[in-house]
């Protein structure tokens, strides 16, 4: 069930050396299609199976590696449950943290957004409040409220539905729906 994941933690070197962050938390997010409010983090570099081995020798030696060096918290993705049709309002979701002032944003039904969080170390607060027939976790149409570590890319929100979404069957259509999702998380600035 993946509405009680709560932590993904993605590990190899296609995750770690992804050029930004919001890449790899993108690959993480269409190869699982989290539902809920999921946190995500990549292991830094590659280091999990060797502190596993660790941990049979030393726990807590290999949990404060872990948690201190290995793992990048990239923030999170909360991904609405429903049956979805494309511009349908979804979910408001709102963000607010220490030094950042609070941010609101309502996502349509095939959309993607992304809402900044503080960085790691600090906390956010998550409200969202579904549409009807959408749920977070809770049931459908139940407001969440969370708190969260910040991290290095964000809230992704994503509204394209699961169990797997659909790609438009043109091309032409598809390459547009994927630009347009890559655009809203600032995957790939022009000129980076």
Known sequence: DLLEVGLLIGSGGVLSHAPRRVQAALMMVDAFLPEGLTLLAVDSIFMAPQLGVLATVHEEAAAQVFDRDCLVRLGAVLAPVGACRAG??????????????????????????????????????????????????????????????????????????RRPFVLPADPAQRMERLRAWHTALSAYPRGA
């Open 88 to 161: 349908q309002p979804c979910v408001t979701v709102e963000v607010s943290g220490p030094d950042m002032a609070a941010v609101t944003r309502t996502v349509a039904c095939g959309d993607m957004a992304l809402l900044p969080l503080p960085p790691p170390g600090a906390n956010a607060r998550v409200s969202a409040v579904p549409e009807r027939g959408f749920d977070l976790g809770l049931g459908r149409g139940r407001p969440l409220s969370a708190v969260i570590p910040g991290g290095h890319t964000g809230l992704i929100v994503d509204a394209r539905g």
